[in-house]
């Protein structure tokens, strides 16, 4: 199976546990849109309904708009049900990598207002330690960008700023520049955010750390679920 076939297996076991009358953080992706597609299918089905969405960045909300999904915002909605959203990178105790599709400060914010955060991913996503594969994505200021970017390579990384389309910087939703951040090891992930945070001109960063309660990951033998230790 390929990792498109597993990320739709642990997307669409995600949408199976939706209800009726859910506020629904819709997190930012590949492995998400799949979980989009499928909660839209159960809404036409007429499985559920009375579903309210909150996307968390314009690429989600277009393609819940264009599939039917009633939206609302965090200023409307300020506390969520359930918030599904897929990872770069997952550790044993659920801790995140995340970001690479650049609305990491958008998840973060929605994550945080969320009851229960379930994250979905193929098996490929799982490491034994934050790092191992997946660049940390730190969200900066214009301003002053290569002192910012000067003081995360004293951590340790080596910080390359992120181009889009066009070989020009890749812009987030709130139209800030992305480093992604690549370091040797995270020995402590912890320590790590609190560096990131002091940093002046970060704006946000891809350390999830202790926000998700759950992962479903696809396999080829199918979804499996697993809990925060």
Do not use: N, Q, Y
């Given at each position: 199976?390929?990792?498109?076939?597993?990320?739709?297996?642990?997307?669409?076991a995600?949408?199976?546990?939706i209800v009726s009358g859910q506020r629904v953080g819709l997190g930012t992706g590949s492995t998400t849109k799949f979980f989009i597609e499928a909660l839209a299918a159960r809404l036409r089905?007429?499985?559920?309904?009375?579903?309210?969405?909150?996307?968390?960045?314009?690429?989600?909300?277009?393609?819940?708009?264009?599939l039917g999904i009633p939206l609302a915002?965090?200023?409307?909605?300020?506390?969520?049900?359930?918030y599904v959203d897929g990872a770069d990178e997952v550790d044993p105790g659920l801790d995140l990598i995340k970001g690479l599709g650049g609305a990491l400060v958008r998840e973060?914010?929605?994550?945080?207002?969320?009851?229960?955060f379930i994250v979905i991913a193929d098996q490929g996503k799982l490491v034994s330690r934050l790092g191992e594969r997946s660049p940390v994505p730190v969200e900066?200021?214009?301003?002053?960008?290569?002192?910012?970017?000067?003081?995360?390579?004293?951590l340790g990384c080596d910080p390359v700023l992120r181009v889009g389309d066009g070989a020009v910087p890749f812009r987030s939703d709130q139209g800030n520049t992305i480093l992604d951040c690549r370091f040797?090891?995270?020995?402590?992930?912890?320590a790590l955010a609190r560096d990131l945070d002091a940093i002046p001109g970060v704006v946000g960063h891809g350390?999830?750390?202790?926000?998700a309660d759950e992962a479903i990951v696809g396999t080829p033998t199918g979804p499996e679920t697993r809990n925060r230790s």
């Open positions: 199976m390929t990792p498109e076939d597993l990320k739709r297996i642990a997307a669409e995600a949408a199976r546990r089905a007429r499985e559920i309904g009375e579903i309210v969405g909150v996307p968390t960045s314009r690429r989600t909300e277009e393609l819940a708009r264009a915002t965090l200023d409307e909605i300020a506390r969520l049900d359930v973060k914010i929605v994550a945080a207002a969320s009851r229960h900066i200021l214009d301003f002053g960008w290569r002192s910012t970017r000067d003081l995360l390579a004293r040797s090891s995270i020995d402590d992930a912890a350390l999830f750390l202790g926000m």
